[in-house]
T-cell receptor
Framework: AQSVAQPEDQVNVAEGNPLTVKCTYS??????LFWYVQYPNRGLQFLLK??????LVKGSYGFEAEFNKSQTSFHLKKPSALVSDSALYFC?????????????FGSGTRLSIRP | AAGVIQSPRHLIKEKRETATLKCYPI?????VYWYQQGPGQDPQFLIS???????DKGSIPDRFSAQQFSDYHSELNMSSLELGDSALYFC?????????????????FGAGSRLTVL
């Protein structure tokens, strides 16, 4: 079954330090991987996606993610964290059927950046 | 730019009542998805529509139904409400790529409708 796992419920980082939010996946075939961010009382916002090509994907707000096929991982990274990055982050994988596609979310990781 | 519009933003109902949530997708988006997010939970896929036809079904209870109309807006109807239905309900839309490119669909989410069942 297609699935995505986020092993950390919470990640705490000091402002200015690099951050990593972990994600591993299990899919058959080529993976379509996404990161979404959710701010309080808001809907999910698309950050970045990996479909094919370069393993390092750059997205919104200075975030990037590295696709690692051998480790089946797609960790989200940022070189220097901001307090405004504090939010809930969801890794996701798309399941493609013959007539539709469905996105499956991980359990989410709460990122907290302290000043 | 126009976003996904959901209404109402907040809704309070009693047990066994009914509720209807509305979703207006981004113009020219042909696919609508409904997700349910309980407190501290990840979004759970309920149902999706492509070109006004149901395209996929997830963990949607039999008490719930949904449809997409000719103007592409969608409504989620919930009957015999239970306490456990209290959640944030998200609608998302996309302009669907077909075939092998379907996996690249990016969903744009609305701000959600918060349903509280008392």
């Amino acid at each position: 079954a297609q699935s995505v796992a986020q092993p950390e419920d919470q990640v705490n980082v000091a402002e200015g330090n690099p951050l990593t939010v972990k994600c591993t996946y299990s899919v058959s075939g080529n993976p379509y991987l996404f990161w979404y961010v959710q701010y309080p009382n808001r809907g999910l916002q698309f950050l970045l996606k990996y479909i094919t090509g370069d393993n390092l994907v750059k997205g919104s707000y200075g975030f990037e993610a590295e696709f690692n096929k051998s480790q089946t991982s797609f960790h989200l990274k940022k070189p220097s964290a901001l307090v405004s990055d504090s939010a809930l982050y969801f890794c996701a994988v798309t399941v493609v059927y013959s007539s539709a596609s469905k996105i499956i979310f991980g359990s989410g990781t709460r990122l907290s950046i302290r000043p | 730019a126009a976003g996904v519009i959901q209404s109402p933003r907040h809704l309070i109902k009693e047990k066994r009542e009914t509720a209807t949530l509305k979703c207006y997708p981004i113009p020219r988006h042909d696919t609508v998805y409904w997700y349910q997010q309980g407190p501290g939970q990840d979004p759970q896929f309920l149902i999706s529509f492509y070109e006004k036809m149901q395209s996929d079904k997830g963990s949607i209870p039999d008490r719930f139904s949904a449809q997409q109309f000719s103007d592409y807006h969608s409504e989620l109807n919930m009957s015999s409400l239970e306490l456990g239905d209290s959640a944030l309900y998200f609608c998302a839309s996309s302009l669907s790529l077909q075939g092998r490119a379907a996996g690249a669909n990016v969903l744009t989410f609305g701000a959600g409708s918060r349903l509280t069942v008392l």
